[in-house]
């Protein structure tokens, strides 16, 4: 079955820096969309990507879609301490989402 | 627009009990999903039904567990006799079709003593 990999598994980074978390496929996805989960809250969407290749920004979140639609990049600068929490990519293939198990993101001050 | 509802927030049982859990999506979403975490893990797919019908239930455990979205009313996530292991937060999310974007619920956060 369709299984989506997300690494790192922990980002700690001070606050101000740069980070990248990444999202690998096993299969071709129709799309892929990115959710942030806050400590002790629920899972919110944040954006969809449908083209190969497909560029989002977000204030510093940016967002990319790879060329064969098997990956995908999150891409946060000057990091915050409002970024904390979990970030999780969901690839769709046919009908169903997939969830990868998350990036867990802590900032230093 | 109201958001995904659930009920209850939190939620005690002693081992053996039963568990019902509620989920109302948002209005004009038939499509309902619902998944488990455990602390410090991530999302687990458990079940994906739209009204009346269980689509995909290959994420639920064949015992104790089952799940319903009746043509009226909230659906339901039931766990039967439950045990220690069954102790985590239980996310509801709806969609207006599939493959669109999830909008989750607070989440049921079940406690086993």
């Known amino acids: 079955g369709q299984q989506v990999m997300q690494i790192p598994q922990y980002q700690h980074v001070q606050e101000g820096e740069d980070f990248t978390t990444y999202c690998n496929s096993s299969?071709?996805?129709?799309?892929i969309q990115w959710y942030k989960q806050r400590p002790g809250g629920h899972p919110v969407f944040l954006i969809q990507?449908?083209?190969?290749?497909e560029v989002k920004k977000q204030k510093r979140l940016t967002f990319q879609f790879g060329e064969a639609k098997k990956n995908s990049s999150l891409h946060i600068t000057a990091t915050q301490t409002t970024d904390v929490g979990t970030y999780f990519c969901?690839?769709?293939?046919?009908?169903?989402?997939?969830f990868g198990a998350g990036t867990t993101v802590t900032v230093r001050a | 627009n109201a958001g995904v509802m659930q009920n209850p927030r939190h939620l005690v049982r002693r081992r053996g009990q039963e568990a019902r859990l509620r989920c109302s999506p948002m209005?004009?979403?038939?499509?309902v999903y619902w998944y488990r975490q455990l602390p410090e893990e991530g999302l687990k797919f458990m079940v994906y039904?739209?009204?009346?019908?269980?689509?995909?239930e290959s994420g639920m455990p064949k015992e104790r567990f089952s799940a319903e979205f009746p043509k009226e009313g909230p659906s339901i996530l039931r766990i039967q006799q439950v045990v220690r292991g069954d102790s985590a937060a239980y996310f509801c999310?709806?969609?207006?079709?599939?493959?669109?974007?999830?909008?989750f619920g607070p989440g049921t956060r079940l406690t086993v003593t």
């Open positions: 999310a709806s969609s207006p079709s599939s493959a669109y974007e999830q909008y």
């Open positions: 299969t071709t996805l129709s799309n």
């Open positions: 990507l449908v083209k190969s290749g």
């Open positions: 969901a690839g769709v293939a046919d009908y169903k989402l997939s």
């Open positions: 209005k004009g979403h038939s499509h």
């Open positions: 039904l739209q009204k009346e019908n269980i689509i995909d």
